[in-house]
C-alpha cells in the first residue's frame, strides 16, 4: 500500500508512475566557483538500496530527470499546488531543480497485526543550482506543509484523511531539516492506526527526502537520511 505518486514537471507536462545563480562579485574580486552539478541519472545511482528500508522490500516505482540538466526556472512552486497535489506526488522536477532522483519502495508482505510494521517508503533528491534556491525551496515546503494540517484524498481506491500530528524543526547532519507526521485515516479500515512520516533535509544545493507509511507514528531514523545525504555527496567528490 502507498499513497503518494512519483510525478517529473518536464516543460508543461507532468508525467507520472506507480500507484501513486552565482554569487555577485565585488570588482575586486572572481566570481564563486559554481557548485558542482550531476544529472538525475547519476543521482539516481547513490539512492538507498530497497534493503536500506527493510527486509525484503523491493523498488515499487523510480524515476529521475535523466542525463541532462533541468532549466533553473521554476514551472511549479508548493504555493501554487492544491493541499493533495503537493502531499500526494512527489515532484523531481519543475521547482526550478536542475535534477532529481526518487525511488519508491514496499514491503511486499506486511503484517497489519504487527503494530511496528512499516508499508512502504519513498526516497527522493532534489538538486539546484544555488544553496540560495535550495533554501527558497525547502522553505516554501515547509510553508505548504503548515498550510495543508488536513485534508481527505482517494488513493488506490481508499479514501483516506491525513491530519498532521506534528511538524518540527531539527538537524541532522548539521543540516537544517523538518520531521513531518501525519495520522493517515482509512475508512475502511477503521480499526488500524496507519502514519505517514516525512523528512525533509536542506545541506548544501540539495533537499533529501524520505517518507514511510507505517502503525507507528515514529521520525525518520537520522541515520538513515544521513546515509542517503553521504552518498549523493559522493558523487560529486569528481567534480
Given at each position: 500500500?502507498?499513497?503518494?505518486a512519483?510525478a517529473v514537471?518536464?516543460?508543461?507536462?507532468?508525467l507520472?508512475?506507480?500507484?501513486?545563480?552565482s554569487?555577485?562579485?565585488?570588482p575586486?574580486s572572481?566570481?564563486?566557483?559554481?557548485?558542482?552539478?550531476?544529472?538525475g541519472?547519476?543521482?539516481?545511482?547513490?539512492?538507498?538500496?530497497?534493503?536500506?528500508f527493510?527486509?525484503?522490500?523491493?523498488?515499487?516505482?523510480?524515476?529521475?530527470?535523466?542525463?541532462?540538466?533541468?532549466?533553473?526556472k521554476a514551472?511549479?512552486?508548493?504555493?501554487?499546488?492544491s493541499?493533495?497535489?503537493f502531499?500526494?506526488f512527489?515532484f523531481?522536477?519543475?521547482?526550478?531543480?536542475t535534477?532529481?532522483?526518487?525511488d519508491?519502495?514496499?514491503?511486499p508482505?506486511?503484517?497489519?497485526d504487527?503494530?511496528?510494521?512499516v508499508l512502504?517508503?519513498d526516497?527522493?533528491?532534489?538538486?539546484f543550482?544555488?544553496?540560495?534556491?535550495?533554501?527558497?525551496?525547502?522553505?516554501?515546503?515547509y510553508?505548504?506543509?503548515k498550510?495543508?494540517?488536513?485534508?481527505?484524498?482517494t488513493?488506490?481506491?481508499?479514501?483516506?484523511?491525513?491530519?498532521?500530528q506534528?511538524?518540527?524543526?531539527?538537524?541532522?547532519?548539521?543540516?537544517?531539516?523538518?520531521?513531518l507526521i501525519q495520522?493517515?485515516?482509512?475508512a475502511?479500515?477503521?480499526?488500524?492506526?496507519?502514519?505517514?512520516?516525512t523528512?525533509?533535509?536542506?545541506?548544501?544545493?540539495?533537499?533529501y527526502t524520505?517518507?514511510?507509511?507505517?502503525?507507528?507514528n515514529?521520525?525518520i531514523p537520522?541515520?538513515?537520511?544521513g546515509?542517503?545525504?553521504n552518498?549523493?555527496?559522493a558523487?560529486y567528490?569528481?567534480h
Open positions: 500500500m502507498r499513497f503518494r512519483i514537471m518536464a516543460a508543461t507536462t507532468t507520472s508512475l506507480g500507484m501513486a545563480g554569487a555577485l562579485a565585488s575586486l572572481t566570481k564563486a566557483k559554481p557548485a558542482p552539478q550531476v544529472t541519472t547519476r543521482l539516481a545511482s547513490a539512492l538507498l538500496p530497497a534493503s536500506a527493510g527486509d525484503g522490500f523491493t523498488v515499487a516505482d523510480h524515476l529521475n530527470t535523466g542525463n541532462k540538466l533541468l532549466s533553473t514551472r511549479i512552486k508548493p504555493s501554487s499546488l493541499c493533495r497535489t502531499e500526494m512527489i523531481i522536477g519543475g521547482f526550478g531543480d535534477a532529481g532522483a526518487v519508491g519502495v514496499q514491503n508482505n506486511p503484517a497489519l504487527d503494530p511496528s510494521v512502504s517508503d526516497q527522493a533528491v532534489l538538486q543550482k544555488t544553496t540560495q534556491a535550495a533554501a527558497s525551496f525547502y522553505n516554501q515546503a510553508a505548504r506543509f498550510q495543508c494540517n488536513a485534508f481527505t484524498e488513493s488506490d481506491n481508499l479514501q483516506v484523511e491525513l491530519v498532521t506534528s511538524l518540527s524543526s531539527t538537524t541532522i547532519n548539521k543540516d537544517k531539516a523538518f520531521q495520522h493517515a485515516d482509512i475502511s479500515l477503521p480499526a488500524i492506526s496507519f502514519y505517514q512520516s523528512a525533509f533535509v536542506l545541506s548544501g544545493t540539495n533537499v524520505i517518507d514511510h507509511l507505517g502503525e507507528t515514529d521520525p537520522a541515520p538513515l537520511l546515509t542517503l545525504i552518498r549523493v555527496q558523487l567528490k569528481h
